[in-house]
């Protein structure tokens, strides 16, 4: 057999970048191809045109020694390249059935009518062949954001793909759904399928990769087999230099308690929650997903009201009465959902950054002025290193990484003196989050009290100084970093299971 | 993993919730039967095909407004392609076409529509912009032919066909409701374009993603409104025998408002033929009733309003308590 799927030196071009410049990938049968690069690298414009969403300004789609030309996504589908984008693209007001069979709902009658019940019978058998645990029927509007994940995976395995492309599938993933994904892709490869797997987890590269592409910058630095790679030269080819990842740690007894929260709690939530976040410190939070991390954020950030309880800021009682209020107290959160709570997508990044602090550009008049509004913009931009080409940039065209360093700097541009942050880097790459990472330790060194939750160990452990461990709305336990390794944390993260939670 | 108690509150408030969704059937109940007994002219059989008539021309423009708000969009050339159409189809009535002037009003319709989808594809207009287009058009032209006179015509066949005709009882115009209905139902419901209409209506960018031609679909579902406007002008002329430049205006807000009424959001991915058809019936009734009991035209019209945003309060508050 020849290989099913090569991009041969494909260019594109948007307005302003160029995105791919002469990229050249293989696929052979049967190998999970990674797909690494930073954010902007140009994985998902690669996977696009494959897709058959964009078209290449040059280059070529060979699929089993046939050069292609797609006119759209339906001719990929149609040519066997199934793909699950970056973005989630879940029809949010229809069913499981519905979205797993869009396009190909059977039909009855010559076509007069939709074949409902072997509609819902083709969807739920591929949802059980899949290993997924969803009925077809449930309304994509009550699922999760892993479930809805999930489903966009069965979309694109309902009928067994040539080609199947998986652009950072596992971001919002559960750690039982991504076991569900990985059964699955190792039996698509064993059937011959070529699988193309982007992703910014080192640990899933190393763990399914057969073959690995590096991108940068709209060019392939690297191909090889996995084995060929260590995650420190993969760092590098993706970054092109050295990045170092290392561990702070401040002894926190001699630190000032910054924010002091006692019995803390919100009624199936959080439950007694005593602790102290020094001002100088990392405060990492970790736990399992529902373990009730972000509703503990929440309720320190003035978004959530507990039910009892209180908390002292930098001393004095501290009941905000909501975000706005936190926030004038030098309160800021960092939400874990960027798209819905923390950005205006369609906004500039100035607009953006501005926006927690708009009174300080008034101008004549009490208008606003924007040539201060500008440079204060730019200012953040630099200090974050955020890769926009103006201020004037809409949010919308950036990458997931600094969209994400967009949010940082509309909250830093506030100057907190607490500063909460519910997953920082998720979705993305190595590079930023290394940057993200120093910055949060830079934070802290200069006196902010840092409160970051994250799902990652690696991280939690690259950047606290204590963490937090969360189990079923309660702390499981507060200890030193040094002390701390992922196995210990997950220890304690799993510590209540079982225990009735009267 | 909730707890007895939560279960039994959240049980009481979709119970209330439930109440509150089928608000609009009661309300609909309370009406016909209050007019019922307080006027003795609304319960007469004469009125019944009266209003069966009357709710003809709202319910096939609702459906097509059905079929545009699901898309996402809008219309509001409804009224005025309607009149047009009528227009154009009286005149070649009485150039003495004969039964070609029925295909005749169906192509005004439809090209009015396909205008509106060419616009909003090809153009990359907003569809309030394009239909708003399409309404000064088609009004211009209609006054331009009329000259701002009434179009009389002769054609008995033609008025029986779709209006004055009846079997079993029913008007024709009905019938031709019935038939719209049943077909805007079954495309809606039951068919692929249907279920490809919702994906679409749902989200029109994931929809491309996926693959399915949104394009194609909104010039599709513009010039079938817009085929059905050119019905509902047919019936408008036939009912009365004669056509005027502004026989169906304000036709589109109407439509809407049934629509609204149904319990369809204006977003988009939602929204179904059985709904609409109860907010139709409910305007027709009202409007019926309100001018059999001698209220005037401009107190209906505020009466509706208030109509309108009740009901869209108390769906809100329904769905608030579903979510929760
Ligand atoms: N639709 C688009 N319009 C304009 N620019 C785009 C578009 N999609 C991607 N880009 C730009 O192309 C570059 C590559 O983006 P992308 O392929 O999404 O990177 P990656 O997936 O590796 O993070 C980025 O600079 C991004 O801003
Ligand atoms: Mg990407």
């Keep these: 057999m020849t290989e099913s799927l090569e991009l041969h030196a494909v260019s594109k071009r948007f307005p302003g970048v160029l995105a791919l410049d002469g990229v050249s990938l293989r696929v052979l049968p049967g190998e999970v191809h990674a797909v690494m690069g930073e954010n902007g690298a140009g994985k998902s414009t690669l996977m696009k045109i494959a897709a058959g969403i964009h078209t290449p300004d040059s280059g070529s789609i060979v699929l089993d020694g046939q050069s292609l030309t797609f006119r759209g996504p339906h001719d990929a589908a149609l040519a066997g390249i199934s793909t699950v984008f970056q973005e989630l693209t879940v029809l949010e007001n229809r069913d499981v059935a519905h979205n797993v069979m869009v396009g190909r709902e059977p039909v009855r009658m010559g076509g007069l009518l939709v074949d409902r019940k072997s509609l819902y019978r083709q969807a739920q058998a591929v949802l059980d062949r899949l290993g997924i645990d969803l009925s077809a029927e449930t309304p994509v509007a009550s699922l999760s954001a892993g479930e809805r994940q999930m489903i966009e995976i069965a979309r694109a395995c309902a009928v067994n793909p040539k080609v199947l492309i998986l652009d950072e599938p596992t971001s919002s993933l559960g750690r039982e759904e991504e076991l569900v994904l990985f059964a699955l892709i190792d039996r698509l490869r064993g059937q011959g399928t070529s699988i193309i797997y982007i992703t910014h987890r080192m640990s899933e590269v190393f763990q399914l990769a057969d073959r690995i592409t590096v991108l940068r910058d709209g060019r392939r630095v690297a191909t090889g087999p996995t084995g060929d790679f260590s995650k420190d030269s993969l760092i590098k080819a993706m970054v092109g230099r050295d990045v170092p990842e290392r561990r702070h740690g401040v002894t926190v007894d001699n630190l000032p308690i910054a924010l002091e929260a006692a019995d803390l709690g919100r009624r199936g939530h959080v439950k007694n929650a005593t602790f102290t976040l020094h001002a100088g410190e990392v405060l990492g939070v970790a736990g399992l997903m529902g373990a009730g991390r972000t509703e503990l954020a929440r309720l320190l950030a003035g978004i959530d009201r507990p039910d009892h309880g209180h908390m002292r800021l930098f001393g004095e009682e501290f009941a905000p009465s909501g975000v706005k209020d936190a926030a004038a107290r030098g309160v800021a959160y960092v939400s874990e959902d960027r798209k819905q709570l923390g950005l205006l997508l369609s906004l500039t990044v100035a607009d953006n950054i501005a926006l927690p602090a708009l009174r300080r550009f008034s101008g004549l008049a009490g208008l606003l002025s924007f040539t201060k509004l500008r440079a204060f913009a730019r200012k953040w931009m630099e200090e974050l290193s955020v890769k926009a080409k103006t201020p004037d940039t809409v949010v919308n065209t950036l990458s997931g990484g600094n969209q994400q360093k967009v949010v940082l700097a509309k909250w830093l541009s506030t100057e907190p003196r607490v500063l909460l942050l519910d997953e920082p880097t998720r979705g993305v790459d190595v590079g930023a989050k290394a940057e993200i990472h120093q910055r949060i330790r830079n934070l802290a060194d200069s006196g902010v009290a840092v409160l970051a939750i994250s799902s990652e160990l690696p991280e939690i452990l690259a950047i606290s100084d204590r963490v937090l461990v969360m189990a079923q709305g309660r702390i499981a336990g507060i200890v030193n970093a040094e002390d701390a390794t992922e196995e210990s944390l997950l220890e304690l993260a799993f510590s209540e299971m079982g225990a009735d939670a009267a | ?324």
């Design chain 2, 1 to 324: 993993m909730t707890s007895p108690t939560a279960e039994l509150e959240r049980r009481a408030r979709l119970r209330r919730a439930m109440i509150a969704t089928s608000g609009i059937y009661i309300a609909f109940a309370v009406l016909v039967v209050a007019l019922a007994m307080i006027s003795p002219a609304f319960r007469s059989p004469d009125n019944l095909v009266n209003i069966g008539r009357q709710v003809a021309i709202l319910g096939i423009a609702s459906s097509a407004m059905t079929f545009v708000i699901i898309l996402g969009e809008i219309d509001l050339s409804v009224g005025a392609v309607a009149s047009v159409s009528g227009v154009i189809t009286a005149l070649a009535l009485s150039a003495g076409i004969g039964p070609l002037a029925i295909p005749v009003g169906l192509a005004v319709g439809a090209g009015f529509g396909l205008l509106n989808g060419l616009l909003i594809v090809y153009v990359a207009v907003p569809s309030f912009i394009a239909t708003l287009v399409s309404f000064f058009i088609a009004q211009g032209l209609a006054l331009t032919l009329t000259t701002g006179q009434t179009i009389l015509f002769a054609a008995d066949g033609f008025r029986l066909l779709f209006a004055t005709g009846s079997v079993l009882g029913f008007s024709s115009a009905f019938i031709w409701l019935v038939l719209v209905f049943g077909l805007m139902g079954w495309l809606l419901a039951r068919t692929r374009f249907g279920a490809h209409l919702y994906a679409i209506g749902g989200s029109q960018d994931n929809a491309r993603m996926l693959g399915l031609a949104v394009d194609r679909m909104k010039i599709v579902i513009f010039t079938l409104a817009g085929a059905l406007m050119g019905l509902v002008g047919m019936i408008l002329i036939a009912r009365i025998g004669n056509a005027r430049a502004d026989g169906a205006i304000g036709l589109e807000f109407d439509a809407i408002a049934a629509v609204v009424l149904g319990g369809t959001a204006l977003g988009g991915g939602y929204g179904s033929i059985l709904r609409t058809i109860v907010g139709v019936m409910l305007i027709g009734v009202m409007n019926n009733g309100l001018a059999i009991l001698n209220v005037d035209f401009n107190t209906q019209q505020i009466i509706k309003g208030v109509l309108v945003i009740a009901v869209v309060l108390v769906d809100r508050w329904a769905r608030n308590i579903k979510m929760n």
